[in-house]
């Protein structure tokens, strides 16, 4: 038996029961080009983008399910791989725009044969109710729709059937390509109003389990916590019909089943797999494995200044010359992304993510450690989030013990990942921790304005810092080829590398992986499936 046989024989003797009634479910079809399987280890909570508490995992369904004005285009990577294009926006349901001279009113005019699932015509009053939503709900979609200066319905306006107007209260760089995020999706609004009810004006409990869109796909199934079911829509007309007539998207909590899966070839593809199974399942021939660069995201280790000792720099930097980078590239990425350490202490370019000046250096960790009040070591929690445990956990562990010889006791801290996002993001209270953040519109000042910036939620450091404050105001709505961006931006990354609250690890890639009998997959800034562009070979 070769390695590669034995490899597949020894993976299906450790699945247990569960694989087994698994197997059962999976579509006859799935091997005909009619219906494609895709299994993932998150779960989806709810069909509706807008609803306050909706996680990422949900986020495909608007993507699949609606349509929004416009999309980005797709460029091919120096690997062959197919990505989102940032700098390239073009239509979906809108047929054409025009922004006035001073940036501050777009006019969209709308395709007219664009229909929703119930033949109902798509027109610039369902956006007009859509976006209105968006930006009344509140949470995290109100707030990436202000992020394009989206604030307030009465920016809002339908000339009529067909064209849509927004009127902004100042030019902004981000407005444009906002509206390709997957938040400003078009409901059919005839349909939310007769399900609305007055303690629920926006029909959120309705949407919950009811999508209403004019998107690619229908939703015919959904079993919260099993599977979502989806139907092509033959009437489409955003964009080129999708290639499968049939998606089924399968939770499967366990990393080993999933894996097992892809190798027997029994699912089409397997979403957002571990560094390690991506690098060993790409040496096998049968199995396709993409690995995309996620941009404007990085890993980090978290310094809170809420905790006594990172209020003072020295012991920030001392840290960043503690950890050893390569270390943990090797053994919690597998190689797998791109270096952020070991940079020049210049900064002559504003590309982003890049190379810190700091790497390993035990020595001069110590002799800054020595400088301050705490020259004798302190004992903190290292925190992480289990979700993330694949990279996390071996990162911690190095860490740990690197920290270990400047003096610093680590204790690790594995917290669940239903819990982590209140208790790092919003609380914002641990010490120290991994984590990670990818900002949607790929700009640096973008990224600056969620992690650096004092209260916003990325920003787990509690960094506090008025000329980083300064600048990303100033640079965050301001045009990449104005005169001042250049300098702003270089300015914010010299500060962050000096103030050093958040030390880059490495740039993560989102790793898929795929049988060789599907096609078409292109990689996106929200790390989720568009099943839109898969199609058999």
């Known amino acids: 038996m070769d390695r590669r046989k034995f490899l597949k024989g020894t993976a299906s003797l450790g699945l247990g029961a569960s694989f087994l009634p698994l197997l059962k479910v999976l579509p006859a079809s799935a091997a005909t080009g009619e219906t494609a399987v895709v299994v993932f280890g998150g779960t989806i909570n709810s069909l509706d983008i807008h609803r306050s508490g909706t996680n990422r995992d949900s986020y495909q369904v608007a993507i699949n399910c609606y349509d929004r004005l416009v999309t980005f285009g797709t460029k091919t990577l120096e690997d062959g791989s197919l990505s989102y294009d940032y700098d390239t926006v073009l239509p979906e349901l809108a047929e054409s725009w025009e922004i006035s001279e001073d940036g501050t009113v777009m006019t969209f005019t709308m395709r007219k044969d664009a229909t929703f699932w119930d033949g109902k015509p798509v027109t610039a009053h369902d956006v007009k109710w859509s976006f209105d939503r968006s930006v009344s709900l509140g949470g995290f979609p109100t707030v990436q729709m202000k992020a394009g200066r989206l604030e307030s319905p009465e920016q809002f306006e339908a000339l009529d059937d067909h064209t849509f107007r927004i009127t902004l209260p100042f030019s902004s760089k981000l407005a444009l390509p906002d509206l390709a995020t997957p938040i400003p999706v078009v409901i059919n ?12 004006p926006w029909a959120t409990e309705y949407l919950h389990r009811n999508p209403a869109g004019s998107g690619a796909y229908k939703v015919a199934r959904w079993d919260a916590g099993q599977q979502l079911v989806y139907e092509r829509n033959e009437d489409w007309k955003g964009g080129t019909l999708p290639g499968y007539q ?8 366990a990393q080993s089943t999933r894996r097992a899966l892809i190798e027997r070839g029994s699912v089409t593809a397997s979403h957002n797999i571990p560094n390690k199974d991506a690098k060993e399942l790409a040496e ?4 396709n494995v993409v690995s995309s660069p996620i941009d404007n995201c990085v890993h980090c280790l978290c310094t809170n200044l809420d905790f006594e000792p990172f209020k003072d720099k020295r012991v920030r930097q001392a840290i960043a010359w503690a950890v050893p980078y390569e270390r943990i590239f090797e053994q919690a990425a597998y190689g797998l992304g791109m270096p952020t350490w070991g940079g020049s202490e210049t900064v002559d370019d504003i ?9 390993l250096n035990i020595e001069k960790a110590k002799a800054l450690l020595a400088e301050t009040d705490y020259k004798d070591g302190f004992s903190v929690p290292l925190s ?32 669940p990942g239903a819990n982590w996002r209140t208790v790092a993001l919003v609380e914002k209270k641990l010490p120290l921790h991994l984590e990670n953040f990818g900002g949607w519109l790929n700009t640096p000042d973008y990224y600056f304005f969620w992690a650096y910036i004092k209260g916003n939620l990325f920003n787990s450091s509690n960094y506090d810092n008025p000329e980083m404050a300064r600048l990303v105001d100033e640079t965050l709505d301001m045009a990449v080829d104005h005169p001042d961006y250049v300098p702003n931006v270089t300015r914010m990354i010299e500060l962050a590398h000096d103030d050093v609250p958040r030390i880059p690890l490495w740039q993560p890639t989102l790793n898929v992986a795929f049988n060789t009998s599907v096609e078409g997959y292109e990689f996106w ?13």
């Open 351 to 359: 590309a982003w993510p890049r190379r810190s000046p700091y790497s």
């Open 284 to 287: 096998k021939p049968d199995i």
């Open 384 to 415: 992480f989030n289990l979700s993330h445990a694949d990279w996390a956990e071996p990162a911690a562990l190095l860490i740990q013990q690197s920290l270990a010889q400047i003096g610093i006791n680590v204790n690790i801290e594995k917290i």
């Open 246 to 253: 049939r998606v089924i998207l399968r939770e499967v909590p």
């Open 525 to 537: 800034f929200h790390r989720q499936m568009d099943i839109r562009s898969l199609k058999p070979v």
């Open 189 to 200: 609004s005839e349909v939310a109003k007769a399900n609305a009810t007055d303690d629920d």
